[in-house]
């Protein structure tokens, strides 16, 4: 049974973690930094990041553990990451972590914000823990999706970026009906994570209901 949630800022340490864990394979690049250190940079501006951030984020229990999270952003609709304002320390992070460290990885997180459409609610990222997988977990948070998207507004198109390398998330997007237009190249992407074809998925909410 899975139990989905709005995110709380209890919530803020096991939810980062989890996307850091399921997204590895973009941040976690050669740097010179150990990976305890790489985990604590990205957590810093993670969490700075969600001060004004748009999404309507989730996080999803299985018995009363964290097992997944998400995010949606809507065009007319402020987010509902609640946390206490906080400064960041741009010297002592590029001191600790290394000019370009910081740099890149606070792009790498700013690269990946997206303005929806009017007609659109933005899925920005799903992160499922890895002993999860393969247990239908993705499939069913993407149907929760879609009901609560037409619960709030009829007609809307449910849209995501994935890069063209995983393979996986393809095919279970494909699964749940979504459909994809030509790979885009984006030079910016190659430079930040070595991944420079995507594709926009999308699909019509609501059809068949």
Not at 29 to 36: K, N, T
Not at 70 to 90: H, M, Q
Not at 139 to 151: R, T
Not at 161 to 178: D, I
Request: aromatic share 12%; glycine share 6%; charged share 20%.
């Amino acid at each position: 049974m899975l139990d989905v949630e709005p995110y709380r800022e209890s919530c803020r340490l096991q939810t980062a973690a989890l996307i850091y864990s399921a997204f590895s394979d973009k941040f976690r690049r050669p740097s010179g930094l150990s990976a305890r250190q790489q985990w604590r940079l990205f957590y810093r501006l993670w969490n700075w990041k969600q001060r004004d951030s748009q999404e309507h984020n989730f996080v999803v229990r299985r018995s009363g553990k964290i097992v997944a999270a998400f995010g949606l952003t809507f065009a007319d609709s402020p987010g509902n990451a609640v946390l206490r304002g906080r400064s960041l320390p741009i010297m002592r992070l590029c001191r600790c972590y290394g000019l370009w460290n910081f740099w890149r990885m606070y792009l790498q997180i700013a690269v990946l914000q997206h303005v929806p459409a009017a007609d659109e609610v933005y899925l920005s990222y799903l992160a499922v823990d890895e002993t999860q997988r393969g247990k239908g977990v993705g499939k069913m948070l993407l149907q929760w999706i879609d009901e609560y998207a037409v619960a709030r507004r009829p007609n809307l198109r449910l849209c995501l970026h994935v890069s063209q390398q995983n393979v996986g998330a393809q095919h279970l997007y494909r699964q749940c009906g979504f459909r994809s237009g030509q790979p885009k190249q984006y030079l910016s992407l190659w430079l930040l994570f070595r991944q420079a074809s995507w594709l926009v998925m999308e699909k019509n909410l609501g059809v068949g209901r």
